[in-house]
């Protein structure tokens, strides 16, 4: 069964930044592509970014090219989403998720102030 344990949400201004962690278990992690995905108030889930395997390609919604960068460390389970420059329209809870799973962790809730 997969497990994912987010965490590195908060409170921050317009313009700054947080890195979020997602730690896996359940999987051969190096195996497999990871994604992160955010859910604001009132709105459906949206995908923010993917990194493969060995975390040499990554994908990114068009919101955050230039901002995020997700990236893995597999030797730690484990993959982040480094996000800068935030603005309040990036408000909302963000879970990483194994694409063609249907596992997911509780999610990070991540507020940006204006």
């Known amino acids: 069964q997969v497990q994912l344990v987010e965490s590195g949400g908060g409170l921050v201004q317009t313009g700054g930044s947080l890195r979020l962690s997602c730690v896996a278990s359940?999987?051969?992690?190096?195996?497999?592509?990871m994604a992160w995905y955010r859910q604001a108030p009132a709105k459906q889930r949206e995908w923010v970014a993917t990194?493969?395997?060995?975390?040499?390609?990554?994908y990114y919604a068009d919101f955050g090219q230039g901002r995020f960068t997700i990236s893995r460390d597999n030797a730690k389970n484990t993959v982040y989403l480094q996000m800068n420059s935030l603005k309040p329209e990036d408000t909302g809870v963000y879970s990483c998720?194994?694409?063609?799973?249907?596992?997911w962790g509780q999610g990070t809730q991540v507020t940006v102030s204006s």
């Open positions: 359940g999987i051969i992690f190096s195996d497999n592509v």
């Open positions: 990194i493969s395997g060995g975390g040499g390609v990554t």
């Open positions: 998720n194994v694409p063609g799973f249907r596992s």
